[in-house]
């Protein structure tokens, strides 16, 4: 079934709407802290007709043959584009993080930066990321660098994603 935009898309929202809908597919993980690791991943981008599109994200290891072992990452917030291909989004995790990304888009392609981290006091260290998202040959593949635990920005998670029947 081919992808179609939805009579109600906001206007302001058109430039993001080739994220709408919902992927599956796999991952990986590295960091100098942890040993690499492969997750699936769930993603969905939607919207209720106003200008910005809401985001959800949960994601859990796999093992070496593929099988799910247990839970991983849970994010949710809102991509709430501006003139020009200025982006503004804000995520929170259940873990104890809120951060504020800045960035642009450019056709299928979005480049963002964090502007802003908060945490809990129970939280462990990151003090900010970059994320790249982009539509390749009908596929989300997106990445995750990131500036934690003493270590300065680097590769941290990258994947692919199939959209969703």
Avoid: C
């Avoid at 109600?8 to 991952?27: E, R």
């Amino acid at each position: 079934m081919a992808f179609q935009l939805p009579s109600d898309l906001h206007p302001d929202v058109m430039p993001l709407a080739f994220l709408l809908g919902h992927w599956q597919g796999n991952g990986h993980g590295d960091y100098p802290t942890i040993e690499r690791f492969s997750f699936g991943q769930e993603m969905a981008f939607t919207h209720d007709g106003r200008p910005f599109l809401h985001y959800f994200s949960r994601s859990w290891l796999l093992d070496d043959e593929g099988a799910e072992v247990r839970p991983l990452a849970l994010e949710t917030g809102f991509f709430r584009p501006k003139p020009g291909g200025v982006l503004e989004v804000v995520l929170t995790h259940p873990t104890g993080y809120s951060e504020i990304y800045y960035g642009r888009v450019d056709g299928a392609k979005i480049e963002l930066t964090t502007d802003m981290v908060a945490r809990t006091e129970t939280a462990k260290e990151y003090t900010g990321g970059q994320r790249l998202y982009g539509l390749v040959e009908g596929d989300l593949l997106w990445t995750f660098d990131m500036a934690a635990v003493g270590q300065p920005l680097q590769s941290h998670l990258w994947a692919r994603l199939r959209r969703a029947a």
